[in-house]
């Protein structure tokens, strides 16, 4: 009953994809989600201060 297929030890393997790496690790997930809120709302913080207008005195 050969159906022309090697054996599984003998099988290439398959590369997984890079999305699946991340959603098998939920920790990085977690630590990638949090790298990616600091990163956006501290980037839109500094750039909406440095966009200011100085205050007029009174």
Known sequence: MDDGRPPASEA??????????FF?????????????MLVFYTGWGLLEITSLEPAPLP
Request: charged fraction near 25%; avoid cysteine; charge should be negative.
């Open 24 to 36: 098998d690790r939920p920790f990085l997930l977690l630590v990638l989600g949090l790298l990616i």
């Open 12 to 21: 290439p393997e398959e590369e997984i994809p890079w999305g699946q790496r």
